[in-house]
């Protein structure tokens, strides 16, 4: 019996799934990804797409996005703490 591979369909919803976001959520919500504002370079939902594209396994994907998030709520410390004028908000709400 062969072992199916649902790896190539995970990534697949989770492109699709950030696409949907960078195209209607993103543009409307009001705030800029911190990371990106502090440290130039892609956002986190970039990043994490471009992982997606590439070679790494999902699980190593998971990981690198984790600790991206992590990344960027302490970019949205920095920033905060930097009386920059305007509020936060970090990509990673729940984290």
């Known amino acids: 019996m062969p072992i199916l591979n649902f790896e190539p369909l995970a990534k697949t919803i989770a492109i699709n799934s ?20 502090l440290h130039g370079g892609d956002s986190c939902s970039n990043f994490v797409k471009k992982i997606l ?24 410390k920095t920033l905060a703490s930097s ?3 305007f509020i936060v908000i ?3 709400l729940p984290l």
């Open 53 to 76: 594209l590439s070679e790494q396994s999902l699980i190593e994907t998971v990981k690198l996005s984790r600790q991206r998030l992590q990344n960027c709520a302490t970019a949205s």
């Open 83 to 85: 009386n920059c004028g």
């Open 90 to 92: 970090p990509c990673c």
């Open 18 to 37: 950030i696409n949907g976001y960078q195209q209607y959520i993103s543009p409307v919500k009001g705030f800029s990804c911190p990371h990106r504002l």
